[in-house]
């Protein structure tokens, strides 16, 4: 937050800052607020309506020093008895740092409060659309202030004045209420793999070509495809030009045609009306490709910048030894493929990237796997067991399309694990961050100041950080598999998020030498995990098993030990948890008392199994650690499926899903 300073200014500005400038302040209160108008040093322009409340005005030496810029001035009406206006925003240089200091706040949206209280004091009214002007301009404003101490907005635009067609209102990028255009993007050094998927002959010949456009209709959407010339019918295709198309069908609301079974009769009127919420899926969707003559522009993904998600995914690879931007051999007689996130569908909100890849036979059938598609929002997004899953804001969420050999069919159980293990060593190599894996599909954060726990206290909390969800479809006679995962990154509090966790691992080491890694990023998040996920594909495949990841994957989860109570037996049994199965991945347990429990009520199966002592079933635990559990020597372990029972952890609970 920008916050208005008075004695802590000494270090950063090389005189006083006197004030209040404007009589009537009160410490914690609003009510020596107001509205301002500031006059800007650049461009003589005026930004109105900037709230205020009780800063002071920057007095500089005569002449002024050489380190500091005035941005901005107090502007005062003519009868003012102040013969000059005082100085409101300044930008100082200290050795190789800058330092922007204001006695105003550029930060609050002018709709609401506290400005919006601020402006209700003014003696003149203002219209919805002079407020709509007025904060356009303070975001544009602000935009300037942040490159001016070296930062880089994704929408800021270099344009003269700071007004520019495209610019976006932020409550408009993070609050959508439709589906955006998707792009279809590829690696730098791999352009042909868009064209490629979408010319695939079993597509092509689906399509209706219109207008630059091909159009699919699907089972569940109707998908348009073309180049970005497409987005302009009238003028000369830019890349200026397509933002400022992507900028218009951000804020044109979309024409719902309900079906006429779904239609329904007012009370009050013999008109139908369509049924509320409105069916997004019904809606047409777009998908962008780049062209050799338009390539891809960072102002249209203002969410989510590619160009720096592709270097960052060279750099993950790198760390793992691997090549970046090459074909590699195709198996059982498929043609080459690329790697894991070279290829990528972007959309900034879509519906459910794991709907639109799951439930489209022709999508599912034909498009290129290994595929991964990203949203920076998704407003009908699926969670386990069929549940709506709404994406808050900062919030990495995807799906990727895989190809599962025949032979590994009954190893799919393996996947959700493997992507639980990818995304717990990409998000945090060492541990430091306290990053677990919660049975079966839950990424978990285990530290303290989390889950309610302090900071200090010695008592580590438990909070979800995201989910995975698996599923897959035998088509063209082969499986293929779509993994979902959502992953809390730079959420907001009280949401547990990865940048919640460098920030408490910052303070625990403020004084120590030791290094802090990186604060997360959505680009470098999500290229780690590409990296990650992909590397454990590879190694599962050729090793045809999950046998290889065991150690790793249990020294990431949050079990080993526990003990939980079985709800789906009768009695409730006490077990310990011991581990996953590597031959079937079932959770084993060991029974904490000696009556074998029996399943009832129609409950989730328990697999109460007398197994032998070889190290693929028993997973390296020996009969003469468990022995005490059954009378006849024998081993009665208890072993879950994950796709049957609901584990509550808070609870320590394992009970039939709902």
Partial sequence: ?????????????????????????????????????????????????????????????????????????????????????????????????????????????????????????????????????????????????LVSVGLKPPAHESIPGGQTDIEEDPALLFHPTHPSPIFLLSHPSLPQLPSTAVNKTELKSKMVQVDGWSFLRDANDE?????????????????????????????????????????????????????????LHSLLKT????????????RWTPLFNLSTYWTELDQARKRLGRRSGIMRPGRDGLDERCSLGDCVLYGETVTSTQTMLDANPLLLSNLPAPLAFLASFQLSGRGRGGNMWLSPPGCLQFSILLDLPQELSSKMVFIQYMMALAVAEAVDEDGRLG?????????????????????GSGKKGKAKLGGILVNTSYVGGRWRVVVGCGINVLNALPTTSL????????????????????APTMEGTFARIMSSF????????????????MDEYHGRWLHAGQEVTLTTTEPHTRVRIL???????????????????????????????????????????????TSGAGSNGSSPYVDLQPDGNSFDLMSGLIRRKA
């Fill in 1 to 145: 937050m920008v916050r208005s300073l008075s004695d802590f200014v000494k270090g950063f500005f090389p005189g006083p800052c006197v004030g209040p400038v404007f009589e009537g302040f009160e410490y914690a209160s609003e009510a020596g607020s107001r509205a301002l108008t500031l006059n800007l040093a650049t461009g003589s322009r005026e930004v109105h309506h900037i709230y205020y409340n009780g800063g002071g005005h920057f007095a500089l030496s005569s002449p002024a020093p050489a380190n500091v810029e005035v941005l901005a001035r107090f502007s005062y009406p003519a009868s003012s008895p102040v013969s000059e206006q005082r100085i409101a925003v300044v930008l100082t240089k200290n050795g190789k740092g800058l330092t922007l200091l204001a006695s105003v706040h550029p930060e609050y949206p002018l709709s609401d409060p506290p400005a919006s209280n601020a402006i209700e004091k003014l003696d003149v009214h203002l219209t919805k659309e002079e407020l709509e002007v007025s904060d356009k301009a303070r975001v544009a404003w602000f935009t300037e202030l």
């Fill in 223 to 279: 998908v348009r495809f073309g180049e970005v010339e497409a987005t302009c019918e009238d003028a000369e295709a830019s890349e200026e030009s397509v933002a400022k198309w992507l900028g218009t069908a951000r804020r044109t609301k979309p024409v719902f045609e309900p079906a006429l079974d779904k239609l329904s009769l007012d009370e009050e009127s013999d008109v139908p009306r369509p049924p509320s919420p409105p069916d």
């Fill in 287 to 298: 998908v962008l490709l780049a062209s050799p003559s338009i390539p891809y522009s960072p």
């Fill in 435 to 455: 990053v677990r894996i919660k049975w079966p599909n839950d990424i978990y954060a285990e530290v303290e100041g989390v889950g309610g726990s302090e900071v």
């Fill in 499 to 518: 940048s919640q966790l460098h920030s408490l691992q910052a303070a625990k080491l403020s004084s120590s030498n030791k290094p802090l890694p990186p």
């Fill in 534 to 549: 992909d590397a454990k594909w590879e190694q599962f495949i050729e090793e045809k098993g999950f046998k290889g990841f």
């Fill in 579 to 625: 581990q996953i199965t590597p031959d079937h991945g079932l959770l084993r347990c060991i029974p904490l008392s000696n009556p074998r429990p029996q399943a009832s009520h129609g409950l989730t199966p328990l697999y109460d199994r007398n197994v032998d002592e070889g190290e693929n079933d028993r997973g390296g635990w020996s009969s003469k650690q």
